[in-house]
């Protein structure tokens, strides 16, 4: 019999069929604590600094571990006026480097400053005044006319290079999921501005998913915040409406949805929001301190039951832990999940300098079959 590929698991398995146990941690870069080596029998198709690389990387990721992998890639969709393109210059500061962004509008140049060093912070963020937003609306507008064969052309080439190894995915997330830090006192300093930018952030996605689906990405990598940032008031708000609208039109052309909210997410349960927007996996069902679900459990059964959940591995436990520790956190997962349609997978991303070892029992332990 010819060997499944992982693309074709992934297939049956969104398709409802039973393809035995799923693992498959999030994984958006080489994170193992050992030089970065290619794996494939081929020649590497985007080599260390090529803008691509990430993507080897993960590939990489999934070969060598032998999970069931979710790929991720950006798809940029410039403005054809070129004189939109936004002018970036990084330089180095002590401790870390600069990066000034300045783009052209009618209404002035809209502008950011931000400082990484141990972590990144705004010196100048991008949304700090009214004039702000009315350049950035300006700026949105704008956007929509973009290239679309040459971002379909791009897209297509990324869906070759992963082939059969996996699904390819890529980031997304509400129209209203800007500016965290003054979102809310925005709100009540310039309510039309801000929900004028969220109705033209809609509007472009809107028009990019269709060119990011014919481009060939399977799934939306669909990003939303727990209660750690935001209430179910502002969720019913200003995200549910938003969400159906948007993740409806993807669906209507074949894509699926990967939700992402890697925070406290225990109210959101409550209220019913992820059953009424039905994603096809849902992540990270964590427990404190990173989360707050009562229990892996709780949150399953809360759920409905056409959604698949992912997840929730510490991530301490599998980049510190021993082997046998990560085994027995597999089947405390499997436990709490056993009767539904589960992933095994993490709290969030997979941190840097993992060892091989625990990745390896993580997966061996995930594919045992009882």
């Not at 010819?2 to 969104?14: N, S």
């Not at 498959?24 to 803008?51: K, N």
């Not at 798809?75 to 393109?85: C, T």
């Not at 992912?310 to 520790?325: C, H, Q, R, V």
Request: net charge negative; aromatic share 10%; with cysteine.
């Amino acid at each position: 019999m010819k060997k499944m590929t992982p693309r074709k698991k992934w297939e049956l398995f969104l398709a409802g069929e039973d393809v035995g146990p799923m693992v498959s941690p999030l994984c958006d870069r080489w994170t193992m604590g050992r030089p970065y080596y290619w794996p494939g029998p081929d020649a590497e198709p985007y080599p260390e600094g090529h803008p691509y690389h990430a993507l080897c990387e993960q590939i990489a990721m999934g070969l060598i571990c032998g999970w069931d992998p979710t790929f991720l890639a950006g798809l940029p969709l410039p403005p054809r006026n070129q004189k939109l393109h936004p002018h970036i210059v990084t330089t180095k500061i002590e401790g870390g480097t600069r990066i000034e962004s300045r783009a052209y509008t009618p209404y002035g140049d809209l502008t950011s400053i931000t400082e990484n060093k141990t972590s990144s912070h705004a010196v100048k963020a991008e949304l700090g005044t009214e004039e702000d937003y009315k350049k950035l609306i300006w700026l949105t507008k704008a956007r929509m006319d973009y290239d679309d064969e040459a971002g379909i052309k791009q897209g297509q080439e990324l869906r070759r290079v992963v082939g059969d190894h996996g699904i390819l995915g890529i980031w997304s997330g509400p129209p209203i999921g800007f500016n965290h830090d003054n979102i809310f006192y925005h709100l009540a300093d310039w309510p039309e501005a801000v929900l004028e930018l969220r109705q033209a952030i809609k509007e472009l996605m809107l028009r990019q998913i269709v060119t990011l689906r014919k481009a060939g990405f399977d799934y939306l990598f669909y990003c939303v915040d727990g209660t750690e940032w935001i209430s179910p008031d502002f969720f019913r708000d200003y995200i549910l409406e938003d969400t159906k609208e948007i993740l409806g039109r993807w669906r209507e052309m074949g894509g699926f949805v990967l939700w992402h909210t890697c925070g406290r997410i225990a109210k959101l349960i409550e209220s019913d929001f992820y059953n009424v927007c039905l994603p096809e996996i849902f992540e990270t069902m964590s427990e404190p301190p990173v989360g707050s679900l009562p229990s892996l459990k709780w949150g399953r059964e809360h759920l409905d039951k056409r959604i698949a959940t992912k997840g929730n591995m510490p991530l301490n436990i599998l980049l510190s832990g021993t082997e046998e520790e990560v085994r027995a956190d597999v089947r405390r997962i499997r436990n709490e999940t056993r009767g539904y349609r589960h992933i095994v997978g993490l709290s969030d991303d997979i941190l840097s300098g993992t060892p091989l070892k625990n990745l390896r029992a993580f997966v061996e332990e995930s594919r045992r079959v009882d």
